[in-house]
């Protein structure tokens, strides 16, 4: 793929056309926050963390650096007084949003802010609306289990009508994507509880050690998409891990 020319605080680079200017400032070394950002994902832009300053020609504007594709004769700026400006405003209404959260309060030291100058929302807990739990379950896991609902001020994430959701395996992408920790989910015996989502799920217990180690429809999720001539044992990962170096010392023993 031919390479086109391009600036990024002030230096000029040779990439491939419409390369998401985030990925690329990363390659080179420049840190641009984000916290709705995922490679696994399409960009959302939801956070608007990671604004920058583009120039081309005589026109200069704002925008997110994530879905920002780079094109001939940009110039990106990462770190200009409006830049910081923009980023400080964004941490306001996200520490208002969701004051508890340590990622938040992180960045809002990072950046000197110290006042929040908008109405404080507790009761939602440390959900910032960036989406990647969203997306994750839809795009990657492909049941849709939670959604966003309602509109503006009463926007939030919930699985249909608040309850407890048919849809959901328990997989656990949701709780490991989210960058807040808003999501939570917990093992207590043979049962998974997606406590965020009002909803818990049975787990299969391990043939070899006893110990329930992965919700039951999480499993058959997996053996549907890997078919009847692929059938999943039901062994957890710490006992297949030491099966495998069980046989590998065997095989040791016997070259030996």
Known sequence: ??????????????????????????????????????????????CRLCVVEVTKGKWTWLTTACDLPIREGLSIKTNTPAVIKSRKMAIELLLARAPEALSIQALAKEFGVEK??????????????????????????????????????????????????????????????????????????AVRQMETWQTDLDMISCQSCGKAYIPALQF????????EKMPLEKICSKCQRSRTASKLKAAMGDKN
């Open 1 to 46: 793929m031919a390479l086109i020319k391009t600036v990024i605080d002030g230096k000029e680079i040779q990439v491939e056309r419409d390369r998401w200017a985030l990925d690329v400032a990363g390659e080179m070394g420049i840190s641009i926050p984000t916290l709705c950002h995922h490679e696994a994902l399409e960009p959302y832009g939801a």
């Open 116 to 189: 929040v100058r908008f109405t404080r929302r507790d009761e939602i807990g440390k959900c910032i609306l960036c989406g990647l739990c969203v997306r994750v379950c839809d795009s990657l896991i492909g049941v849709s289990a939670i959604s966003f609902v309602k509109r503006g001020a009463e926007r939030r994430v919930e699985t249909p009508f608040n309850a407890a959701s048919d849809a959901c395996t328990g997989c656990g992408a949701c709780v490991a994507i989210c960058p807040t920790g808003h999501i939570v989910s917990v093992d207590k015996g």
């Open 220 to 227: 058959e999720s997996i053996q549907a998409k890997l078919g």
